[in-house]
C-alpha cells in the first residue's frame, strides 16, 4: 500500500501548533497597526481578570496656599496647621467592550495560520481604533476653526494649529500635546507649510523630504484615516482632528489582543477567534480640543 503524505498547509488536529504562529502574527498586527493600543498617546489602565466594570480616575483640581512661616498662635500656645484640602475623584466608569472577529481554517488547506492571525489583528486595531476617533467628536470639547458657517471654513493650516495649541495652554495644561488629523488635514497642512512663507524653513524642509508633518510647534502631529468626513459631498463637509494633552482620554484594557483556536467538526476545519476587551472613554474634555478644517483636497 503506498504511503499517504498529507501536504495541507495546516494540520487541523496540531491545534496548539497552529495557535502559536497565528496567535504572535495577531498580537503584533493588532498593536503595530493602532495608534492607540501600545499606550503611548492614551492612558491604559490595566483592569483585573474576570472584571466587567472599571473606574477610569479624574481628580480635581485643587488650589495652594503661600506659607512664608510657621503660623505660631500666642493664645493657644500651638502652631496652627494648614487646612486640609479635600481631593475628589469624580472617576468615570466604564463597562468592558469586546472587540472580536472569526475566521475558519478549512481541512483542505489554502491558508496560512499566521497570515490569518496578521488580518484578524489588523482587523481588531481597525475597529479600536474608529471607537477611540470617534470620542474626538465629543461637543464637550473646545473647537477651533469650522463653526458651522461654510462660508468661513478654511483647509487646514498653520495658523490654526497654533489657535488649538492656545486654547490647550489657556486651560493651564503644560507638558507635552499630540494631535491627530485625517490625511486629508495633513495634506492641507503640508499645502501650507511648503508655500512661499515657510521658504527654506526647517519645517517645510521637513514636510518636503519626508511627505508629512511629524511635529510643528512642539506638538506630536500624527495621521488617522479613521477621522471621517461629516457629510461626504455637502458644502458642510469638514473633517475633526483632535489635540490634546495627558490624559484627557483613557482605556480601561479588561484584556489585551488575543487569539484561540477550537476544532470546527461541523465546518470541517479550525475556528480563530481573535479578541480583544477593552473600553476607550473621554477622561477630561478641558485637556483637549477639536480642530475642525474644511474638505479641501485641491
Not at 62 to 75: K, L, M, Q
Not at 79 to 84: N, T
Not at 218 to 231: D, E, L, P, Q, R
Not at 232 to 245: E, V
Amino acid at each position: 500500500m503506498a504511503n499517504v503524505t498529507n501536504t495541507n498547509v495546516t494540520n487541523a488536529g496540531d491545534l496548539s501548533g497552529l495557535l502559536v504562529n497565528a496567535r504572535q502574527d495577531a498580537i503584533f498586527a493588532g498593536y503595530e497597526n493602532s495608534l492607540y493600543l501600545p499606550g503611548g498617546l492614551i492612558k491604559m489602565y490595566d483592569v483585573p481578570a474576570g472584571s466587567v466594570t472599571a473606574q477610569i480616575p479624574k481628580f480635581s483640581a485643587v488650589g495652594a496656599s503661600d506659607v512664608s512661616t510657621e503660623a505660631y498662635n500666642a493664645t493657644s500656645g500651638t502652631i496652627e496647621e494648614l487646612e486640609v484640602t479635600n481631593v475628589s475623584n469624580t472617576g468615570i466608569n466604564v463597562s468592558a467592550k469586546t472587540y472580536a472577529v472569526r475566521a475558519l481554517l478549512k481541512d483542505l488547506g489554502g491558508l496560512d495560520a499566521a497570515n490569518v492571525g496578521t488580518v484578524l489583528g489588523r482587523a481588531i486595531a481597525e475597529k479600536f481604533d474608529t471607537d477611540v476617533t470617534a470620542l474626538f467628536s465629543d461637543t464637550g470639547i473646545a473647537s477651533v476653526g469650522y463653526n458651522g458657517n461654510a462660508a468661513e471654513a478654511d483647509a487646514m493650516t498653520t495658523d490654526l494649529m497654533a489657535e488649538a495649541i492656545a486654547t490647550v495652554r489657556e486651560a493651564k495644561f503644560s507638558g507635552q500635546l499630540n494631535c491627530i488629523l485625517h490625511p486629508r488635514q495633513i495634506q492641507n497642512l503640508i499645502g501650507d507649510l511648503t508655500s512661499a512663507d515657510f521658504a527654506a524653513s526647517d519645517a517645510q524642509n521637513q514636510a518636503m523630504r519626508s511627505g508629512l508633518v511629524g511635529s510643528l510647534f512642539g506638538v506630536n502631529i500624527f495621521s488617522s484615516a479613521y477621522i471621517a468626513s461629516t457629510t461626504p459631498g455637502d458644502i458642510d463637509d469638514h473633517w475633526t482632528g483632535i489635540m490634546f494633552a495627558e490624559d484627557a482620554f483613557g482605556c480601561a484594557m479588561f484584556r489585551g489582543v488575543e487569539i484561540e483556536a477550537a476544532r470546527n467538526i461541523a465546518g470541517l476545519g479550525t475556528d480563530l477567534v481573535g479578541s480583544l476587551h477593552a473600553a476607550p472613554v473621554l477622561v477630561d474634555a478641558a485637556r483637549a480640543v477639536r480642530i475642525r478644517s474644511a474638505n479641501k483636497t485641491a
